[in-house]
């Protein structure tokens, strides 16, 4: 019997599995239906040698020193600030959209001061801004949302901005300044080796058996556990039962180039032209020396794996209702950003994973507390785990990170076609 079933492998299931496990010493499962750990943070080495990452660029940022200071015990970092540049007008220029992009694009001189003017000169008073038009017409104005905005969102989303929340463009800002980081978060960093690596030591811990190549549905009710960590869509666990809570996809398209430099940034965005919205260079993010490079290119798609929550009213209202259902379902955590239906980047989500764990924690502190003598405190401060001393008895320990055979009666390799 496990403590904790934990469905999904990324950074949701991944943190909670390891904090039951080190600090409350519970037994857990893990299983995700993809043939590898790490959620969509998964990354590999390509045919060339080069890491890259399977389900598109992740670049780690955080405000949070809580977060750092968590994933830091799991992997040692190399500092990268991430430059984008967009391509507009036959130029490439920083966006965010600041003094220089704004300079170049219109071939003028203009001082930090001169653009606050040429912003409020341009920009629609659009109060309050509902809409991710508002947002962006609202600081800049008409043409610059059209050459930056409009059609990068389109493509990425389907649907017009006007269509869609305040919060999905508000997540790029403006400036009047010179900086052209895309980020800029007190902490800016990427795994320094790789984010699987990370991942195989967050789930190194004794009490934790992985099972991957392994759907949910096909071992609820065959395998028997007390309390289940959910973190894949919320209305495939209800079986749709209101419906289908749209999420976008993406293709990716991966090239390797027989040259050391592709891009003179890690990224360059496509707003207005190709079916791709942006091409990510990876060695800028990893740091890696190779003679060649790889290159990712994302193609925004209807159907597929769902990647991105599509924030809109009509989705919310839709949201509430499966949450409302969750919040009545006994002993099952929803958490992440397909199970919370939230845009989440990777720090929101190992935040609301260690918030998830000091809640359990709090309701088990009578169990605890006779154990250790710690305090829950003591507890969400030590980063070092508890002794554990039956670490053999786990009856179905399943170490799968070569090959692992799931109840369904999958056999196939872990991590085939990936690497
Ligand atoms: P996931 O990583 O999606 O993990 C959920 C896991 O659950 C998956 O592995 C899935 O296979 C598994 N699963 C689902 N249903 C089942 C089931 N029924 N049975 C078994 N397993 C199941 N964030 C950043 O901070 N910085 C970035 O640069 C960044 N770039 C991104 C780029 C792209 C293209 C995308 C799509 C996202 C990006 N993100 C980025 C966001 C980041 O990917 C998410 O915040 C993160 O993946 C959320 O982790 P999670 O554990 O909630 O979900
Ligand atoms: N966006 C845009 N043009 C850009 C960059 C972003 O229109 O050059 C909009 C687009 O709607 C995008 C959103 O802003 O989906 C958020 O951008 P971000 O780079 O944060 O997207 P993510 O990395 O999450 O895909």
């Not at 490079?293 to 597929?304: F, K, L, Y």
Request: include cysteine.
């Amino acid at each position: 019997m496990f403590d904790y079933l934990v469905v999904g492998a990324g950074f949701a299931g991944s943190v909670l599995a390891e904090r039951l496990a080190s600090q409350l010493d519970k037994r857990v499962l893990i299983v995700d239906r993809r043939p590898h750990i790490g959620g969509n943070m998964y990354d590999h080495h390509d045919d060339a040698g080069i890491l890259v990452h399977k389900y598109g660029p992740h670049i780690f940022h955080t405000n949070s020193r809580d977060v750092f200071d968590y994933l830091s015990q799991f992997t040692a970092w190399r500092s990268y600030e991430h430059r984008v540049l967009a391509s507009v007008d036959g130029q490439l220029v920083p966006i965010p959209i600041n003094l220089d992009t704004v300079n170049r694009l219109y071939g003028l001189r203009l001082s930090g001061p001169e653009l606050v003017e040429f912003f409020a000169a341009r920009a629609e008073v659009r109060t309050p801004a509902r809409t991710s038009e508002d947002v962006v017409v609202g600081k800049v104005g008409r043409e610059l949302y059209e050459k930056f905005f409009r059609g990068y969102t389109r493509k990425q989303w389907g649907l017009d901005p006007s269509e869609l929340d305040a919060s999905v463009t508000a997540r790029v800002p403006t400036r009047t300044n010179r900086d052209d980081r895309y980020f800029t978060d007190t902490y800016q960093a990427m795994p320094r080796h790789g984010y699987t690596r990370l991942f195989e030591r967050l789930l190194a811990h004794p009490n934790i058996s992985v099972m991957l190549n392994t759907d949910f549905h096909a071992i609820d009710g065959v395998i028997p556990y007390r309390t289940l960590i959910y973190s894949g869509p919320i209305d495939a666990f209800f079986d749709y039962r209101y419906g289908k809570l749209p999420y976008r996809s993406l293709e990716f398209r991966f090239e390797t180039l027989d040259r050391p430099v592709a891009q003179p940034v890690g990224t360059v965005n496509y707003p207005n032209e190709h079916p791709y919205t942006r091409i990510t260079e990876f060695k800028y993010l990893t740091g890696q020396e190779h003679a060649k490079t790889s290159i990712v290119s994302e193609i925004p798609r209807a159907e597929g794996d769902p990647y991105y929550p599509v924030p809109r009213p009509e989705n919310a209202t839709l949201y509430r209702r499966y949450k409302a259902l969750a919040d009545q379902t006994a002993a099952v955590h929803f958490v992440g950003r397909l199970a919370t239906y939230q845009y989440y980047n990777m720090d929101q989500v190992v935040a609301q994973a260690l918030k998830t764990f000091r809640d359990i924690a709090a309701r088990e502190t009578v169990a605890i507390v006779p154990r250790s003598n710690a305090t829950e405190a003591d507890l969400a401060r030590s980063g070092t785990p508890p002794s554990v001393d039956d670490t053999t008895a786990a009856g179905a320990r399943i170490r799968s990170t070569v090959r692992c055979r799931t109840v369904a009666g999958d056999t196939r390799p872990s991590g085939e076609g990936d690497e």
